[in-house]
């Protein structure tokens, strides 16, 4: 697979097959806001934010096995398979289901880690849709996001497949149709812990809640930004220097910072000054996940 621009492949009526192996994207998201409304006792803070997918992200190659064994390829350093996200989701699909196919599963990876860009969270997503598809599991998107709960607080909205508003401490959507703009999406050298964030003094916690019309008017902005812009000056400096373009923000709690534009020309010409030692991407927003509008092509076939 060429391109890791989903639509473009589907455009150009990219193979959705392999040999035996089915093609799936599983693509990156946006915060294209974040508030912080309360601390609950329990320590989960209530949020507002907005999510949105993105033409861009890695792909999943799925062949089926008649054992049940989950083979994945390649190794990822330091990760034992069974910690891996996208193991644990097709177990989890299989002890759901009573399956007793297996799968190999070939993670193409381009989206950075610990870029607050839904990276694992959309593998773990793509797998669970794509095994129910391919195993013929016939589990709903609703029953999907359940389990999808267990293994991450965003693995549910790209099981939903549509941008919503999350409320909550995540859990509670509601669908919306922001505007589709293009993304200068950028990862600075660092690692940031979002357990250090969401614990940080500073850190606002009592933003207003607001409705959703309100929260889709209102000038967009993220409460983790301050905090992290504080603690990691590699952020600071990647920031700063896009928002000498256009408007900037922190995604989730980082590490990666995006920019927004009205037409692909512009995202371009910005991205092709940045500094070299900064790795990213150019995407469009989409309102309909990449994966959905793949699975819907597949389902014809």
């Not at 330091?78 to 989701?89: F, G, M, S, V």
């Not at 699909?93 to 607050?116: E, F, R």
């Not at 790209?158 to 919503?164: C, D, I, S």
């Not at 927004?260 to 996940?289: H, M, W």
């Amino acid at each position: 697979m060429k391109t890791h621009h989903f639509l473009t492949a589907l455009s150009e009526k990219h193979d959705f097959k392999s040999g035996n192996a089915w093609r799936f994207p599983s693509p990156a998201k946006l915060n294209l806001f974040l508030y912080i409304n309360n601390k609950r006792a329990d320590g989960y803070h209530e949020l507002q934010t907005l999510f949105q997918f993105l033409d861009y992200g890695d792909w999943l190659e799925i062949s089926l096995r008649n054992d049940a064994e989950i083979c994945l390829t390649p190794e990822i350093p330091h990760l034992k398979p069974e910690d891996n996200l996208i193991y644990r989701a097709a177990k989890l699909l299989q002890q759901k289901t009573g399956c007793s196919l297996g799968a190999n599963i070939h993670l193409d990876k381009v989206l950075p880690m610990g870029g607050g860009v839904g990276g694992g969270s959309s593998n773990a997503a793509t797998t669970l849709v794509a095994l129910n598809y391919l195993w013929q599991t016939q589990l709903s998107l609703d029953e999907l996001a359940q389990l999808g709960v267990t293994l991450g607080a965003d693995v549910p909205i790209f099981v939903h497949g549509k941008a919503a508003i999350a409320e909550g401490v995540g859990e509670i959507f509601h669908d919306c149709e922001p505007e589709e703009k293009w993304f200068v999406v950028l990862k600075p050298e660092t690692s940031i812990s979002t357990a250090v964030v969401f614990s940080h003094p500073d850190l606002p916690r009592h933003t207003p809640k607001r409705t959703v019309e309100q929260l889709l008017t209102d000038d967009f902005a993220n409460d983790c930004e301050k905090v992290v812009r504080n603690c990691y000056p590699m952020v600071e400096e990647t920031l700063g220097w896009l928002l000498k373009y256009a408007p900037s923000r922190l995604t989730g709690t980082g590490a990666c910072v995006f920019a927004e534009f009205n037409d692909e020309q512009s995202a371009r010409r910005v991205f092709e000054k940045k500094p070299e030692y900064l790795t990213g991407f150019i995407a469009k927003g989409c309102n309909r996940s990449p994966l959905h509008q793949w699975l819907e092509k597949i389902s014809f076939l």
